[in-house]
């Protein structure tokens, strides 16, 4: 398919980064086979001609406003929202710095 | 040395002044105990998906059509997906290649010539929570409330040349806004924020220069401040022959500089997908038309009409129409008391000082229009002088009890009577022998000394008129 | 004859089963045996039905099988729980699935394999493996589960029970932990047509808390339960019928199953969808790629597993290598590749056109016919462990049931014979959008003229 390329062991290590997550080099070097083979196949799609085609977002394709009226709904007791926090204070959800 | 021009954009978001978040029924009241407002859509549980706030969107289509932009004729929203703890999702929930509305024009003026700044795009999307810092500690702290409250983000085209034609497209952005009711603007709170990007040219020259990001602005001043800034430490960088990076700089308020962002590690890369949990619709025309004939009177078009209809000055007439609260207030004063330059003078005078000293807006004080047309119409009939009417006003700011019955209560009514002010005057004359001397002897000044004293005694409420002919009389002027 | 007492089970005999098999099948991987017997008490006529655990139960671990999820008790009701508790039935736990619903076997949980009651080496199909394992072993009656290329027909075929995906926007979404928001969608479980369509009758309807739930009439489904096939025209796709990848014994059973139809009464039509190879390409396109963003909510801030560390990014990045399965880190890098900058239209738009040309292909069909028929699956369930190295053969077993998640249209699958071994093979109806009522006359004429629903497994 046209604008792709094949995947390599930086774009391997670049998606994961996006994605936050870790491979160790055995991972990358499986991964990226794994991913390869999909793709090869994923590019069978080059041969649709979809020149005239519009896309598919939804596939029930009845366009119609889907809107809630402006009014208050209760929101959860504080002690639900952080009753599943890892790590919190008074009211507050604590996560670890940003950088550092 | 060359000459520069200076380029810049501005990037406003505003929270539309909706009951609750843009999809879903929390409350969007500012200063709640933290996380109380929340629910699991704006929290982004697992499970939990985002229905458009219906006033959401007209708020944002009504903007834009004040904006003069052009509709979308099918409304999407998109997926931008970065990570970050004040981002329950870590996706936020935006527009991407088709804006709501977009081509728009906000008209500016600046010192020599009015100025057309074109509205590159308009568009909805949901705000992030808010994210306090312990540095010792090495951790943040999360607020949700805020997350996913309505956010409208106002995109100009780089038309704008100076830090002060960027504080005048705020400044008739905002008022826009508030005439419209779509918004507080409430920069304090947050509720307009403002982002910028910069770049200086050679004049003449046709390539834009490389621009940076401004980012933490909190009032126009920090924006005409930080562009000000900015602008010379790229044009400096330029004459020195240095070359400009491309970056997100902070604007520093306390030590008044832009400092870069520490960059961040990953290249930006957002995914932008369209938003699946959200079906793509289309607007009726007719719906369009109906709020495009809706639309109050804009600032331009009142700030006009002021000039012609109340023949007040171009000055007076465009800080009267900068908030709907005052334009209002001043046409409903004139409808009992019909002088429109005094009306405008206490406005923009006495009034004006009151509410920035109390850092409200005008709807929100006691004060009353039919008081102000009481009181003008007191001055106007002499019952009071414009002294005593000027510690009526907070008066009247503090309990809202009419002009007249602030003026019965303290006494405050002029003295008109001869006799009583002859006798004042008697004795002011008896204690001041000098004065009355030297007035004698031509010291014109010595008179105003001696008005002065009867007004002491009687507390300013003397009549300035009859005091003065009384006393010229009684010295036997020439 | 079949019985019409269609719930033999109650809670307190559903328990007994679940603790005789339960350890051999791993179906249901949390139950509250306490709070199943007191609800049992306060609804003595309460149907039995587990959830699959992907969908959240107030105060209840929803975990989608996922070491990242461990703990999470969603402090608020899926709709579709709210109206299973609305109609008196009685949660029987959380059903088992490959790991955020990504896998056709359910061996990628976090809990390990559910095994398949016809032969417990092999698998159940997946994803919803745990809830079609739990009915076809007698442990419930029912249960839900999602379907987002096939999770539901496929373990529902692979294990001999009755499997229905509605029509996108049947049923809502709302608190259905996501997968493909595009393309999920909650359906019944069950051992016969009967309890499927009482419960979609149950679980179905407009909600106002899905923007993307239909806003259109729900029939009594039950009322469609008629004997009768008379007239109805039978589409038979001969893109579903390949010479090589189709199982001999399954395409037997499938013809066979034409056959019986045609034998009621029912007109068979040979019928084309040209795009239906395209149709695993695109899916792997949009399921990862929405998927990866449906789960970067994941990261140890707010819920579910923390993997400590000095900064944001490093905490991010542990928890979720830590918190991920193999395959879901497939999925996820997958989708972030095709979404990533460069790659949108090539990959992400192409397949949003390519969508388009498959709906129109079942749409076309449609003109001519009432509900297509196919096989639910290429082959019978395979053993454990024999595809878990290799991804795409993984994903070609989803051949068949993708196209009509792709399409948004309702699919059944239906027990309609068995291999030679006493393994299952499933029958998929496909219908028109928001014409689940012909689905199942058709499954219901086809299971009352048949026995093979009444075979159960020896376990």
């Known amino acids: 398919m046209a604008n792709t390329k094949a995947i390599d062991k930086k774009t391997v290590e670049h998606v994961a980064r996006l994605a936050r997550v870790n491979l160790s080099a055995q991972e990358i070097g499986i991964y990226k086979k794994q991913l390869a083979d999909i793709l090869e196949y994923i590019n069978k799609l080059g041969k649709v001609d979809v020149k005239n085609t519009l896309p598919t977002s939804h596939p029930i394709g009845k366009m119609k406003n889907v809107f809630r009226k402006d009014n208050m709904k209760k929101s959860l007791p504080v002690e639900d929202v952080l009753r599943n926090a890892p790590n919190k204070k008074d009211s507050l959800f604590i996560v670890p710095k940003i950088i550092g | 040395m060359k000459n520069y021009e200076v380029v810049i954009g501005l990037e406003a978001h505003v929270h539309l002044l909706t009951e609750s978040k843009a999809f879903c029924g929390c409350s969007t009241k500012f200063g709640l105990e933290p996380n109380s407002s929340t629910c699991p859509v704006c929290l982004g549980l697992p499970g939990s998906l985002p229905v458009l706030n219906e006033k959401a969107f007209l708020y944002a289509i009504k903007t834009a059509l004040a904006l003069h932009c052009k509709i979308q004729n099918l409304i999407k929203f998109d997926r931008k997906n970065y990570y970050y703890p004040d981002l329950p999702k870590n996706y936020q929930i935006s527009q991407y290649d088709m804006p709501l509305a977009y081509d728009g024009v906000i008209e500016i003026e600046s010192q020599e010539s009015k100025k057309k700044i074109r509205v590159k795009r308009v568009h909805l999307e949901e705000d992030a929570g808010k994210l306090m810092h312990e540095a010792e500690k090495g951790v943040s702290y999360v607020d949700f409330n805020r997350a996913g409250v309505a956010l409208l983000e106002i995109v100009s085209e780089p038309d704008i040349h100076s830090p002060e034609d960027a504080s005048a497209y705020l400044v008739n952005l905002k008022a826009i806004l508030k005439y419209l009711k779509v918004s507080d603007c409430n920069m304090e709170e947050g509720s307009l924020r403002c982002d910028a990007n910069i770049s200086v040219r050679p004049e003449g020259a046709k390539a834009l220069g490389v621009k940076a990001e401004l980012k933490n602005m909190n009032s126009f001043k920090a924006v005409r401040d930080a562009l000000s800034y900015e602008a010379k430490r790229q044009i400096d960088l330029l004459a020195a022959g240095e070359k400009i990076q491309q970056e997100t700089r902070l604007w520093n308020e306390a030590r008044g500089l832009t400092i870069a962002m520490r960059s961040k590690e990953d290249t930006q890369d957002y995914r932008y997908f369209p938003e699946p949990d959200l079906v793509p619709f289309t607007v009726d025309k007719n719906k369009i038309d109906q709020i495009m004939r809706s639309l109050p009177e804009l600032p331009q078009a009142k700030k006009k009409r002021f000039i012609s209809d109340y023949s007040v000055s171009e000055y007076d007439a465009r800080v009267l129409t900068r908030e709907a609260d005052v334009s209002d207030f001043f046409e ?55 002294k005593i009417a000027k510690e009526v006003l907070p008066e009247v700011f503090e309990n809202g009890l009419s002009p007249k019955e602030i003026v019965r209560q303290k006494g405050l009514k002029q003295i008109k009577d001869s006799g009583e002010l002859t006798s004042i005057i008697e004795l002011v004359i008896k204690e001041n022998e000098k004065s009355t001397n030297d007035y004698k002897a031509g010291k014109k000044n010595a008179l105003m000394f001696l008005v002065g004293q009867v007004m002491k005694k009687t507390k300013g409420k003397a009549n300035p008129k009859i005091l003065n002919n009384i006393l010229k009389n009684m010295l036997g002027g020439k | 004859m079949h019985s019409k007492k269609s719930i033999p089970n109650t809670a307190k005999s559903c328990l007994d089963r679940i603790s005789a098999i339960n350890e051999k099948l791993n179906a249901i991987i949390y139950i509250d045996t306490d709070k199943v017997l007191k609800n049992a008490q306060e609804k003595p006529s309460g149907i039995p039905i587990t959830i699959k655990d992907n969908i959240c139960v107030k105060d209840e671990p929803t975990t989608c099988a996922s070491r990242i999820l461990e703990n999470f008790k969603p402090p608020y009701d899926a709709t579709v729980i709210k109206k299973l508790k609305d109609a008196g039935f009685i949660l029987m736990g959380k059903a088992n699935m490959d790991e955020f619903a990504f896998g056709s076997s359910c061996e990628t949980s976090c809990y390990g394999p559910t095994r398949n009651p016809w032969d417990t080496t092999r698998i159940p199909g997946g994803s919803s493996g745990g809830s079609a394992c739990a009915v076809a072993g007698g442990e ?320």
């Open chain 2, 332 to 386: 409903a004063t004139i409808k009992t008391y019909n002088n429109p330059k005094e009306i405008a003078n206490w406005l923009l005078g006495d009034i004006a000082s009151l509410l920035n000293a109390r850092k409200v807006s005008i709807a929100k004080t006691k004060l009353k229009p039919g008081h102000l047309a009481e009181m003008l119409e007191m001055i106007h009939s002499e019952e009071i002088s414009g």
């Open chain 3, 140 to 459: 419930v009656p029912m249960a839900l589960g999602s379907d987002t290329g096939g999770s539901i027909r496929q373990p529902a075929a692979l294990s001999g029970i009755v499997g229905m995906k509605p029509t996108y926007g049947r049923v809502s979404r709302y608190g259905l932990i996501a997968f493909a928001s595009s393309l999920d969608q909650i359906g019944p479980l069950a051992g016969n047509v009967r309890d499927a369509a009482m419960l979609l009758n149950v679980i179905s309807g407009y909600d106002e808390l899905d923007s993307t739930s239909a806003d259109v009439a729900c029939p009594d489904f039950t009322q469609s339960l008629e004997n009768n096939v008379r007239k109805i025209k039978i589409g038979v796709p001969k893109e579903y019928f390949p010479e090589k990848g189709l199982d001999g014994e399954v395409k037997k059973a499938i013809l066979e199953s034409k056959d019986i139809l045609q034998g009621l009464g029912a007109e068979l039509i040979d019928i084309s969808l040209p795009h239906t190879e395209y149709a695993v390409s695109c899916y792997y396109i949009i399921a990862p790629a929405e998927a990866s963003s449906n789960l970067a909510r994941f990261d140890g801030d707010q819920y579910g597993l923390r993997k400590d560390a000095k900064n944001m990014i490093d905490m991010h990045l542990k928890t979720r290598t830590a918190g991920f399965g193999d395959e879901a880190k497939r999925r996820i890098l997958l989708g972030t590749y095709s979404l990533s900058s460069g790659y949108y239209e090539a990959y992400y738009l192409k397949a949003m056109k390519v969508r388009t040309k498959i709906k129109n292909d079942f749409l076309e069909a449609f003109k001519t016919c009432d509900v297509i028929l196919t096989p639910t699956t290429p082959a019978p369930a395979f053993k454990i462990g024999e595809k878990i190295n290799d991804p795409l053969g993984m994903y070609l077993s989803d051949i068949f049931t993708i196209p009509a998640n792709l399409a948004g249209i309702p699919g059944i699958s239906i027990p309609c014979g068995f291999t030679k071994g006493g393994l299952p093979i499933g029958l998929q109806l496909l219908g028109k959008p928001f014409d689940e009522e012909t689905l199942f006359r058709v499954a219901y004429a086809f299971e009352q003229n048949t026995e093979f629903h009444k075979r159960k497994p020896n376990i």
